[in-house]
């Protein structure tokens, strides 16, 4: 697999024992999905096809109105939500990824509450029914901050792939959504700042220029 920015498919000829190994355009690993776009689609596509089989699974108990709202939604949190956000660190969440989420989120309240579409209620109508304010979104954005400072602290390559540059000209076009400008959109201008160490500060305490190179990716330069 070749992971590019491009739309066209990049090919990469590997032999081992003069056999060529297959290209794929996306494997999953520690059960995340890889695609060769780099983007976080395909996998945010499949957490909610897992979360939505796993609620049925669940259904019995989830839409049982004998059981109260508060503890069914407690059983969603629990058992559901970790299904659909593992992994959810690495995300890149744009508008249409957002509006998708958010559109899972009510699936799963609807449903508790057994509302048909042919009600034709206000989703905000559901948010009162169910006494629950819109948090998925928000907690997804929460564990990535919580894991960028983690990363920053560490300061080792994840930190300079995150907060590095590639050295060259930027390719033409709108540029793609980074999670770092999602990070900026949700917490507003400047606080993503403070978060982040200073852009030139080593583990050392000395300064190492932020820009991925050859070297710069060697690990014997992250050791004091």
Same mark, same amino acid.
């Given at each position: 697999?070749?992971?590019?920015?491009?739309?066209?498919?990049?090919?990469?000829?590997?032999?081992?024992?003069?056999?060529?190994?297959?290209?794929?355009? !996306?494997?999953?690993? *520690?059960? &995340?999905?890889?695609?060769?776009?780099?983007?976080?689609?395909?996998?945010?596509?499949?957490?909610?096809?897992?979360?939505?089989?796993?609620?049925?699974?669940?259904?019995?108990?989830? &839409?049982?109105?004998?059981?109260?709202?508060?503890?069914?939604?407690?059983?969603?949190?629990?058992?559901?939500?970790?299904?659909?956000?593992?992994?959810?660190?690495?995300?890149?969440?744009?508008?249409?990824?957002?509006?998708?989420?958010?559109?899972?989120?009510?699936?799963?309240?609807?449903?508790?509450?057994?509302?048909?579409?042919?009600?034709?209620?206000?989703?905000?109508?559901?948010?009162?029914?169910?006494?629950?304010?819109?948090?998925?979104?928000?907690?997804?954005?929460?564990?990535?901050?919580?894991?960028?400072?983690?990363?920053?602290?560490?300061?080792?390559?994840?930190?300079?792939? &995150?907060?590095?540059?590639?050295?060259? !000209?930027?390719?033409?076009?709108?540029?793609?959504?980074?999670?770092?400008?999602? *990070?900026?959109?949700?917490?507003?201008?400047?606080?993503?700042?403070?978060?982040?160490?200073?852009?030139?500060?080593?583990?050392?305490?000395?300064?190492?220029?932020? &820009?991925?190179?050859?070297?710069?990716?060697?690990?014997?330069?992250?050791?004091?």
């Amino acid at each position: 697999m070749v992971i590019s920015g491009k739309q066209e498919s990049q090919k990469c000829d590997i032999f081992i024992n003069k056999v060529k190994l297959k290209q794929k355009e !996306k494997f999953k690993y *520690l059960g &995340t999905i890889i695609s060769n776009d780099g983007k976080t689609n395909r996998e945010i596509s499949a957490r909610t096809a897992q979360a939505e089989i796993n609620f049925q699974k669940m259904k019995t108990i989830l &839409t049982n109105k004998h059981i109260s709202i508060e503890t069914r939604k407690r059983a969603l949190q629990c058992y559901i939500e970790p299904v659909l956000m593992y992994g959810c660190e690495a995300w890149t969440i744009s508008k249409q990824i957002q509006n998708k989420l958010e559109a899972t989120e009510m699936w799963f309240l609807r449903r508790m509450l057994r509302i048909p579409w042919t009600a034709k209620k206000t989703n905000d109508r559901v948010l009162n029914e169910a006494n629950k304010r819109r948090s998925l979104v928000r907690t997804i954005r929460k564990r990535q901050a919580t894991f960028l400072g983690h990363v920053m602290r560490r300061g080792k390559l994840e930190h300079l792939v &995150t907060k590095g540059k590639f050295e060259g !000209k930027r390719s033409r076009g709108r540029q793609r959504e980074k999670i770092m400008d999602g *990070l900026a959109t949700w917490l507003g201008p400047g606080k993503v700042s403070d978060i982040l160490p200073p852009s030139k500060t080593g583990i050392c305490g000395g300064t190492r220029s932020p &820009t991925l190179t050859s070297k710069a990716l060697d690990d014997d330069d992250y050791h004091c």
